[in-house]
Structure formats: C-alpha cells, structure tokens
C-alpha cells in the first residue's frame, strides 16, 4: 500500500533529510587518499549524534555499520571497514540514512578521491544528471514507469547501464515503504501506478561502465559488478506535491 502524506509530514520529511543531506556533504569534504571507509562511518555517526538523530542502516536487516560506503566496482552496501583505505583515483559511494521524530531520510552521493580518469567522471556525471532526470518525471498524473524510463534512456544514451537488481523506493515511517522505483522499465505492459500528491520516494540511479549485472560478495552485503567494471550511484528524497517534485534531501 502507498502511503500519501500531509504537507505537515512531508515538512518533517524534509526535516530529516536535511540532517541527510548535511552529513552526506560533510564526509565528502573529508575524502581523500589515505583515510578509510571506517573513518567514514564513524564521523557519519558523530554528525548524526550532534542532531539528536539515529542512523537508520545500523542493524538494519543486520547491517553492520551506519554507512553504505562502496568503492569503484562496488555497487552499494559496502561495509565500512579499518582495512579499506582510499587511494588516488578510486570513486565511492556514500548511502546514509537517519530517523528522526519518526521519520526517515535517505541519500546517496559518488565521490571521487583525489583525480579520476575520464571513464570515471563520465560514469559519475551520467549518474548523476540520471537522477535528475528521473525526479522531473515525478509529477502528479505521470506514472511510476515515467521515472524508471527517463533514467534508463539517458543512461543508455551513454553506453552505460542501470542496474536491475536492487531499486528506489517509498519512504517514510518506514526507510523502505511502497511502491518499489525501478531505473529501468520492467514491463512494455504496465505503466506501474499513477503518481499521486503526497507521494514521498527515494529514486536512486545505480550505474555501471559495463553490464548491468551484478553478484553479491561473501560477507552477503557487498554488491559488485559482475565484470568489475565501476559503478556510480546517487539518489534523493523526493515529494511529489501539487507544484511538481520537492527534492527533500538537496542541501545548498
């Protein structure tokens, strides 16, 4: 079931996803050769602290850490750790959530570390603008597959590729709520449901230099490519409201 929310809830939403957006732009002005995906997280988990906000991955279906923290052909879910150092050239990308007041908040960024070959920037900037190309679809009256096209066109468009087996989704009082965002069109069929008003989704382009297939590594969270290609990965809150789609976790 699709939960529509009030705008009194949608501003505690934006609340929320504020604190997100904050700590995101925080860490990736701390990137740099030589620090680990473990400092990553713990100053993730002092910036959610200072705001009296909990972070919503730790323990999460058993997720270890408070930060997704994945690098060049990891896709998402990679664990933070002592051992992962970063080094010149590497790209990461950082998904964090928190709950506050009862809410989620959920965002993602790729970084680069230091300099990057062009492969690299490209991948980052495709993902990136796939993104928003996905939230101008996000308008009352369009329909969910609106989204899931728009993203998917103009990664292809680049020779890259969306990712199919993990998705966007609805967010709310719960961090994954109806309906699933697909970045590609499942169905020739179906147009997925219509949008509506108070709709609050996190749409989130996964996207890889090569295939679109991925596996997932031993300790049963880390998605990789399957060609070890890179792979870049951005994503936003969104509402849609009578004036089009409010991005709640862009922070100026």
């Not at 597959?145 to 998705?167: C, K, L, P, T, W």
């Not at 989704?169 to 219509?194: C, T």
Request: glycine share 10%; with cysteine.
């Amino acid at each position: 079931m699709i939960v529509l929310k009030s705008k009194q809830e949608i501003e505690k939403m934006y609340t929320v996803n504020q604190m997100v957006g904050d700590i995101l732009n925080i860490l990736k002005n701390e990137i740099k050769p030589g620090i680990t995906t473990e400092y990553l997280n713990r100053r993730a988990e002092e910036e959610a602290k200072k705001r009296h906000a909990k972070c919503a991955f730790k323990g999460y279906g058993g997720f270890p850490k408070s930060l997704c923290t994945s690098v060049n052909e990891e896709v998402v879910h990679g664990i933070p750790s002592k051992k992962k150092v970063l080094k010149e050239g590497d790209i990461i990308s950082l998904d964090f959530g928190l709950i506050y007041d009862g809410w989620y908040g959920d965002s993602a960024i790729t970084v680069a570390v230091g300099n990057i070959d062009e492969k690299k920037k490209k991948l980052m900037e495709v993902t990136y603008q796939a993104l928003y190309e996905g939230i101008a679809q996000a308008r009352a009256g369009n329909y969910l597959y609106d989204i899931s096209g728009a993203v998917q066109n103009y990664v292809e468009s680049f020779g890259f590729s969306v990712v199919r087996d993990y998705v966007g989704h609805g967010i709310g009082r719960k961090l994954h709520e109806e309906p699933q965002v697909p970045n590609y069109i499942p169905s020739k069929f179906d147009r997925g449901p219509m949008l509506r008003v108070g709709m609050t989704i996190a749409i989130e382009p996964m996207v890889n230099a090569g295939t679109w297939r991925v596996k997932v590594l031993k300790d049963k969270w880390t998605v990789v490519t399957a060609d070890g290609e890179p792979s870049a990965h951005f994503e936003h809150t969104i509402a849609i409201t009578e004036e089009g789609p409010v991005i709640l976790s862009e922070v100026s």
